[in-house]
């Protein structure tokens, strides 16, 4: 069965900081798709990031970064430079069940970022 | 191009009631996908729907239920209502499924009293 782990409930920084948001996943799957989204307070999870299994190549996007290690079933994404608008929670999210090409996502317990002046 | 529209937002049932909600997908999107969303378990699966027929299903007890109409909307019930099912019903929707991105509506805040 799939799992992702989240170990850091809340994490509080002061803007301007780096911040980088930890997840572990598990699964027996080869091809599976890891994603980051963003929940603030209006409560809609906004997409933020999608890697396939077959791709380790580690990218930037803006103030976006992420680090995905197959090796530590590891799916890591960094904030830089962050700002208040950044203060939401944060989950990760497995899918990998593709019979019949089903879309459903296993999702972490999340992490609450806190950016404040 | 309009986002994933969930009605109604707030909701407020007696418990033994039942409920439904909906769901508008993104226009074109025909996978239509709903989460329950509590603070104890977190973010659950519930059900998936593409073309009308349940692809995938949660492990929930069966008073929960969805359809998917022609037009790609989708509706969940709820019967028999209990007071753990007090949560944020979340939909979303993508355009092929299986490991596409998915787009989520704004929830639908059920409260059981």
């Known amino acids: 069965a799939q799992k992702v782990t989240q170990a850091q409930t809340e994490i509080s920084v002061v803007e301007k900081e780096d911040v980088t948001l930890d997840c572990v996943y598990e699964?027996?799957?080869?091809?599976?798709?890891l994603f980051w989204y963003k929940q603030p307070p209006s409560g809609e999870l906004v997409f933020l990031i999608r890697?396939?299994?077959?791709?380790?190549q580690n990218e930037i996007s803006g103030r976006y970064s992420w680090n995905f290690q197959k090796s530590t079933s590891s799916f890591n994404f960094t904030i830089t430079a962050s700002q208040v608008v950044d203060s939401a929670v944060y989950f990760c999210?497995?899918?990998?069940?593709?019979?019949?090409?089903?879309?459903?996502?296993?999702f972490g317990t999340g992490t609450q970022l806190k950016v404040e002046l | 191009k309009a986002g994933v529209t969930q009605t109604p937002r707030y909701l407020i049932k007696t418990r033994g009631q039942q409920v439904t909600l909906s769901c508008s997908p993104i226009?074109?999107?025909?996978?239509v996908s709903w989460y329950q969303q509590t603070p104890g378990q977190g973010l659950q699966f519930l059900f998936e729907?593409?073309?009308?027929?349940?692809?995938n299903k949660g492990n929930f007890p069966g008073r929960f239920s969805g359809r998917q109409f022609s037009n790609s909307r989708s509706e969940m019930n709820v019967s028999t209502l209990e007071l753990g099912d007090s949560a944020l019903y979340l939909c979303?929707?993508?355009?092929?499924?299986?490991?596409?991105?998915?787009?989520f509506g704004q929830g639908t805040r059920l409260t059981v009293v």
């Open positions: 979303a929707s993508s355009f092929v499924g299986g490991g596409g991105e998915a787009f």
């Open positions: 699964t027996r799957d080869t091809t599976y798709y």
């Open positions: 890697r396939n299994s077959f791709d380790e």
């Open positions: 999210a497995l899918s990998d069940d593709f019979t019949g090409g089903g879309n459903k996502l296993t």
């Open positions: 226009s074109g999107h025909r996978s």
């Open positions: 729907y593409f073309s009308e027929t349940q692809r």
